[in-house]
């Protein structure tokens, strides 16, 4: 193979990732999941993929300027995104039982899925999927968040159950009043928040 040779995708050998599975968005083929596989487990399932080719990443309303790519899966198990950088590259797994809410947000040049642990808030670029398609994803991780945690609940809005640890409601408004002015989520998304925190106290 010569070094501007382009591999098909039929010969392209994946070593962990499976993508016999469905639901499924056009963008998951072996060329693309190629880029993730060193990082799922044997047999993982890839649902959802997108790809943000400007580097739209948040972490906790910071943008991440050292970001020139992401590419995020969906799996079976987590949403696991790799970040392209000037110089190397890093990657973040997310479990579903860790993510205690999904939201999505559609700006003028962005579009992004938030997705909300008890630690961090990343809003992350999924700008070449259509409007549909990001709902798509967001949906499918709601519905894996409520498998992980053993919830049937049927809500597009997902809290994860108390725990001592957990912090307190007018702290998590405090941070969310935060994320809304950085612009990392809407002022409708805000309220819809806000309100469930409130219900709460």
Same mark, same amino acid.
């Given at each position: 193979?010569?070094?501007?040779?382009?591999?098909?995708?039929?010969?392209?050998?994946?070593?962990?990732?499976?993508l016999d599975c469905?639901?499924?968005n056009e963008y998951v083929s072996k060329t693309e999941v190629k880029k993730l596989d060193e990082y799922l487990d044997p047999?993982?399932?890839?649902?959802?993929?997108?790809?943000?080719?400007?580097?739209?990443?948040?972490?906790?309303?910071?943008?991440?300027? *050292?970001?020139? &790519?992401?590419?995020?899966?969906? #799996? +079976? /198990?987590? !949403?696991?995104?790799?970040?392209?950088?000037?110089?190397?590259?890093s990657q973040t797994s997310i479990d579903y039982k860790n993510i205690s809410s999904v939201e999505v947000s559609f700006g003028m040049l962005a579009k992004r899925i938030n997705?909300?642990?008890?630690?961090?808030?990343?809003?992350?670029?999924?700008g070449q999927l259509g409007k549909d398609e990001v709902q798509d994803m967001a949906q499918f991780i709601r519905e894996k968040m409520r *498998?992980?945690? &053993?919830?049937?609940?049927?809500? #597009? +809005? /997902?809290? !994860?159950?108390?725990?001592?640890?957990?912090?307190?409601?007018?702290?998590k408004l405090?941070?969310?009043?935060?994320?809304?002015?950085?612009?990392v989520i809407t002022e409708e998304e805000f309220q819809e928040k806000k309100q469930s925190l409130l219900d709460q106290i």
């Open positions: 193979m010569g070094l501007f040779d382009i591999q098909d995708d039929e010969d392209i050998i994946l070593e962990n990732a499976d469905e639901p499924q047999g993982e399932k890839v649902y959802f993929l997108a790809r943000d080719r400007g580097g739209q990443l948040k972490i906790d309303g910071d943008i991440q300027s *050292e970001a020139t &790519g992401i590419l995020t899966a969906a #799996t +079976e /198990q987590r !949403v696991i995104f790799k970040t392209g950088k000037i110089v190397g590259s997705l909300e642990t008890d630690s961090q808030v990343f809003g992350i670029g999924v *498998e992980s945690n &053993g919830s049937d609940d049927s809500t #597009t +809005e /997902q809290t !994860v159950g108390s725990s001592e640890n957990e912090e307190d409601p007018l702290d405090e941070r969310l009043g935060e994320l809304r002015d950085d612009g």
